[in-house]
């Protein structure tokens, strides 16, 4: 037995918004068996723009049975039912939800006949319930109401069975069929053709625009595992509503899909990405001179238009390596910041600064030393490369590390020979760099040296 049904509701998810009308027709796969349909009181307020829809508003409701005075009878037609919908996890995610609210658990099989008519009919130039209704010459006389649209999706189900759709219903009814849990508007051709291999992925709004980006050890099982529940949170909803297509670009390993993840979120900004959105180096290590002079280091908050020397995640970390630079070249504390306040120089009384802060060094002796310092701190950053298995047995990849930042990554011919970083820059593609990523190469690197090569 099929259960055919439309509800109208005060919003667009079933969190925190409530049913106010439901519609469910039991139909045998020949002809309609019988019907139920009853006016809904949500408890809340229905907004204007939905009474504007709808046409029910709140005096139309306020006599009307709440969801648990009907919860039983909704229960009982649709437990032993195939739930039948257009746009099926919408309907499916408030009754489960306000069912689940009054005790009763819905675990129904589920045919979206959005996805069946485009099996059924391709081509349609639109698969909305109004549209693919227009297209296959369906009237709907009580458009948007629960009944008028409930009667729309029986004759458009008696089409697809018309139509040779049996054998269709039968293939997604299998099991627990995945397409029955994917995003209405995405094709489920698209899930099947990604790769299981690792890599970032794409979500593409109706336009193409990027929505979301994700990376994955096993892009096609990440991507599924999107779809895996479908919870009732506004986000979630319009989120699942807004997919209408997946790219993804394949990657040698999952270090490589981390990296490109984060470079990708920087570089298109999607609208439902928002962990690594607010993450960059917070602070800085900088050098300019002042007016008497002498070079000053500073640490500040990242500045887009000036270079730094190093960055840094941590203020502390900043401080401790700019103190560690102070004693070993003798540098000022004042002339570096790192002593505020009109206090004598905490150098000049442990015998490590040289008297610059008093001007009885002069700018050219204590600018060599900070020369010296920052010379220093490059030369100890690192150069390395990481290489890994590629993305088929031809090539390998390659992260390229130079003088402590992330030059670039990219993929090399199977047989080539590293000796130094001019041997390898043609094969990488550039990107820009933070803390976070060098922190994940580093992390790699440390944990599996015998990827690490050292370079001169």
């Not at 049975?65 to 909704?74: N, R």
């Not at 009814?173 to 995945?178: A, F, H, S, T």
């Not at 560690?324 to 905490?346: A, H, T, Y």
């Not at 130079?402 to 199977?414: D, F, K, S, T």
Request: hydrophobic share 35%; net charge positive.
């Amino acid at each position: 037995m099929y259960a055919i049904v439309d509800i109208e509701t005060t919003g667009g998810y079933a969190a925190n918004n409530a049913i106010t009308e439901v519609a469910i027709v039991l139909h045998d796969g020949n002809r309609e068996v019988k019907r139920y349909e009853t006016l809904v009181r949500p408890g809340i307020s229905i907004p204007r723009y939905v009474q504007a829809l709808t046409g029910i508003n709140d005096e139309m409701v306020a006599d009307a049975p709440g969801f648990e005075e009907i919860a039983p009878t909704i229960h009982e037609w649709l437990k032993d039912s195939v739930f039948v919908a257009h746009n099926v996890n919408f309907d499916y995610s408030f009754l489960h939800s306000q069912l689940k609210e009054c005790g009763f658990h819905l675990d129904s099989r589920k045919l979206c006949t959005v996805r069946l008519s485009r099996k059924v009919f391709p081509g349609a130039p639109s698969y909305s319930l109004g549209n693919i209704c227009q297209h296959l010459g369906i009237s709907i006389p009580n458009r948007h109401r629960a009944g008028g649209d409930a009667n729309a999706t029986v004759l458009l189900f008696e089409k697809i069975l018309q139509a040779g759709g049996l054998e269709v219903i039968r293939t997604m009814l299998k099991g627990r069929n995945k397409e029955q849990y994917l995003p209405v508007n995405l094709p489920a051709e698209q899930l099947d053709r990604l790769p299981q291999t690792p890599g970032v992925y794409y979500f593409h709004d109706q336009k193409g625009k990027v929505i979301y980006v994700g990376k994955a050890n096993n892009i096609r099982q990440r991507v599924s595992s999107h779809f895996s529940n479908n919870k009732t949170g506004r986000q979630k909803q319009e989120f699942l509503r807004n997919i209408y297509s997946i790219s993804h670009e394949p990657t040698g390993t999952e270090l490589m899909a981390f990296l490109l993840e984060c470079v990708e979120i920087k570089r298109l900004w999607p609208v439902y990405n928002r962990s690594l959105k607010r993450f960059e180096p917070s602070y800085g290590l900088y050098t300019y001179e002042d007016r008497n002079g002498y070079s000053r280091l500073i640490l500040e908050k990242r500045k887009k238009q000036l270079q730094p020397v190093y960055t840094f995640s941590l203020l502390l970390e900043g401080q401790n390596l700019l103190r560690k630079l102070i004693r070993e070249f003798d540098l000022c504390p004042r002339l570096c910041f790192v002593q505020k306040g009109e206090q004598s120089c905490e150098g000049l009384h442990e015998g490590y600064c040289r008297g610059a802060c008093e001007g009885s060094e002069s700018p050219k002796s204590y600018n060599r030393r900070v020369d010296e310092a920052i010379g220093a701190l490059i030369k100890s950053l690192p150069s390395f490369t990481l290489v890994d298995r590629g993305r088929h047995a031809e090539e390998k990849s390659c992260i390229l590390i130079e003088q402590g930042r992330l030059y670039g990554m990219g993929y090399l011919p199977a047989d080539a020979a590293i000796y130094d970083a001019s041997d390898i820059k043609n094969y990488l593609t550039r990107y820009p760099e933070n803390d976070y990523m060098r922190g994940l190469i580093y992390a790699h690197a440390e944990r599996w040296p015998v990827k690490r090569k050292d370079l001169p």
